[in-house]
């Protein structure tokens, strides 16, 4: 169902011929009735087309549809590809009846390679008179590269629903990562809400993993809401259905993540501050000495404490104070109060919990990551261009 | 010849039983005429033992001699790790005649693990007694772990000396890694102008290196002169043959990284600021996906790309802007004003040159890295605890 769970969406995914394998490779996701929307973007300084022209959209116009390609990032690709993206926002546009600036245009794939506009136009025209309240299951498959399967989400609550769709797990072969989400429902929101929603969400969820500390050229997450549920406002509880949607789909991403074999679920608490604890659970959740070391089922605390300890902030490090830490693993503390505690936890599982505890401040984040395996490797470096 | 190159200097390895390979794990460097000296730490704020006794003694003392034991790194030990490293600090001034103040103590090895202090302190005694001018190669082979072999360099230039050893490779199985440098040179420098030579070198060459971008609790870089040359001062060529002799150095470290089959050389040219081309070329540096581009012998210029637009920077992101970017490999340009060149530079070399013009300004960067490969991993994963 995924982003045709919610009431009032329609959607739909077709093979346009973008993707070399010749999978599905063209998804649409339409708002039948008026819908408002927001979407949160890369920060990589480096940005697509589509991205920049989806930002110029979004400033003035509410988004009732998206266009996704599989295949072709269309980033690095200079004026041509803006064009490009312009031209395809363009030919849906017209093919659905709406405004060019109410399509916002996505896509996934080799950076540095010109958008294949025919193939697009064609795609996104033949989708176009596919979308149907049925579509999310294709519109979930036609958005992949090198996932292992569709990822999806769906909440229903409080007489509405929240449904999503994500694709990423690290990187397109032989190119770049791109992870895009698009998430719907019916709830109603007026206006410039949707943004207030989808901000403290994602900053708990999709900007809390890390497969491989990268940052694509093309990331974006969209929610569309239409308030077809005609469900009366509880914001607490759309803020929760919305945050679990993105959690789960955030979670699906990194176990999907290229090459992992372990989940790791890491928690600082007792951080001088929030900002703090983040930054440390960052750098734990992107150290290669931590990720081999998950590989391997190594309850490795000496390389945990050693990333804690250089965690970047502000101009220098995160506030620590080695005699004050605890660390466990899987709950058992394996360092406590600046000394070994003996103990030799249980790691053999798919799942490698680590709790860091600073003893500092009231300070908490969580962190997902991906461990670093032979096949991340091979994914990366054995296919070249 | 290394740290014993220059004149007044001697040293010693011996075998002391710490590392289970049986190999030599015990070194002592001493100056004859009375030093001066300086030492640059690692940042981490989880800082090893032996770090924390090294910096009290160098607030009050100038150093004279070095003891370095390789097997066992004395971090996250406790305050049992600052007395063992005192005691060691201790026996060795009592042989030597010195003061316990006038002695550093490095440690490189496993982390969370106590000093095992009776053979330090035994391997001391006999590391003392065999202490000679032809000692050099004997302490550059007592301070490896996993590294390969020795790295030592020696500049001789207008009538001084400059010498030097060094290990590190990423870090030791099954534990963490740890840097430790030691630099002697018979070239006159008054009391305290040591640092003033050694931070810009090691800003320049040590602190522009990345074997995983993981920061050990236990490197250091330390540098004593003793003046036995007799040589004029001339502050300008003596800069230089350090420099020449950390930058010989930092690469075969480089080189000489976990796993490593290709070295990276990061130019990155035009920028901002100095330190906006650091943060890139550093960025670039650390990335997984231009490593793994790298050990593919693949020239991905989208994943440079990408690196240098997320390259962290004050509160956010160096400047850059994509229209006026140049990336080159091996000299030949992939990507100018914006938009692919089209050119297939030959990628097949065990060196991959990277440059990056940001045609912004006249800040400007260099580094040096080691690729992301198999060995890596498996030097990483599968030694456990």
Redesign the interface.
């Known amino acids: 169902m995924s982003v045709t769970a919610a009431q009032g969406f329609v959607a739909s995914g077709v093979t346009a011929g973008i993707r070399p394998s010749g999978k599905p490779d063209v998804a649409v996701v339409r708002s039948l009735p008026r819908a408002v929307g927001a979407a949160l973007w890369t920060?990589?300084?480096?940005?697509a087309a589509p991205v920049t022209v989806s930002k110029r959209h979004l400033a003035v116009a509410e988004p009732q549809a998206v266009l996704i390609n599989a295949g072709v990032a269309n980033?690095?690709?200079?004026?041509?590809g803006e064009a490009d993206a312009v031209a395809s926002a363009e030919a849906l546009a017209q093919e659905l009846g709406l405004e060019t600036e109410e399509i916002l245009v996505l896509s996934t794939g080799?950076?540095?390679v010109r958008l294949p506009v025919d193939k697009v136009l064609a795609g996104g025209r033949a989708a176009a008179a596919q979308l149907s309240p049925d579509g999310g299951a294709a519109a979930a498959s036609a958005i992949l590269t090198t996932d292992s399967g569709p990822k999806v989400a769906v909440v229903a609550s409080g007489g509405f629903t929240v449904g999503g769709m994500a694709k990423g797990a690290g990187?397109i072969h032989?190119?770049?990562?791109t992870m895009l989400v698009v998430i719907t429902t019916d709830y109603p929101l007026a206006a410039g809400e949707a943004g207030v929603f989808l901000r403290p969400a994602v900053a708990q969820t999709f900007n809390r993993i890390s497969v491989?500390?990268?940052?694509?050229?093309n990331d974006a997450v969209v929610l569309l809401a239409n308030g077809a549920s005609a469900a009366a406002r509880d914001d607490a509880v759309f803020a929760d259905a919305l945050g679990e949607v993105c959690t789960d789909l955030a979670r699906q991403i990194v176990a999907d993540g290229e090459g992992a074999t372990v989940v790791l679920e890491i928690g600082v608490t007792g951080a001088a501050s929030g900002a703090e604890a983040e930054a440390i659970a960052r750098r734990i959740a992107?150290?290669?000495?931590v990720k081999?070391?998950a590989?391997?089922?190594?309850?490795?605390?000496?390389?945990v404490?050693?990333?804690?300890?250089?965690a970047?902030y502000d101009d220098g490090?995160?506030?620590?104070?080695?005699?004050r830490?605890t660390v466990a693993f899987g709950g058992v503390a394996v360092?406590a109060a600046?000394?070994?505690t003996g103990a030799v936890p249980d790691s053999s599982g798919t799942v490698c919990r680590i709790d860091l505890d600073l003893g500092l401040g009231d300070g908490a984040a969580g962190y997902l990551a991906s461990d670093?395996?032979?096949d991340?490797?091979?994914i990366?470096?054995?296919?070249?261009?």
């Open positions: 920060t990589n300084r480096v940005e980033a690095a690709t200079g004026d041509q080799v950076i540095g990187m032989p190119r770049l990562a491989d500390g990268d940052c694509s050229t992107t150290s290669p000495l081999t070391a590989f391997g089922h190594d309850p490795n605390w000496g390389r404490l050693a990333a804690a300890g250089s970047p490090f995160a506030r620590l104070e080695t005699g830490l360092f600046g000394a070994p670093l395996t032979y991340y490797v091979r990366n470096a054995e296919y070249t261009t």
